[in-house]
């Protein structure tokens, strides 16, 4: 379920500069290629544009993660903030089950 890259506000590159020249460290929670649920955690080394695939940040640990994909740096909202919170309000939609108990 790769999904195509796509361009983030403003705001958020400025965020991800602003954590690299403060040598921020912390958790990122992101979705991975496949649509799931991940985290990693370190410092952000650079931004880094991948043909054909789009902007990514780098981690000292080597991890790279696709900006467009981010939910929260360092606890701050990202990109996939708001796809995050309809996938995570998704089970208040959901139809099925007995409700006259």
């Known amino acids: 379920m790769e999904t195509t890259y796509t361009p983030v506000q403003y705001v958020y590159k400025e965020m991800i500069d602003e954590e690299i020249a403060k040598q921020s460290t912390g958790k990122i ?25 789009g902007t990514f940040i780098v981690l000292d640990n080597g991890s790279k993660i696709r900006v467009d994909r981010i939910i929260t740096l360092f606890g701050k909202p990202a990109a996939a903030f708001d796809e995050y919170d309809a996938y995570a309000n998704a089970c208040m939609n959901c139809t099925g089950g007995d409700d006259s108990a």
């Open 29 to 53: 929670f992101f979705f991975d290629q496949k649509g799931a649920l991940e985290e990693a955690e370190g410092k952000i080394e650079k931004v880094e544009e991948i043909d054909n695939k």
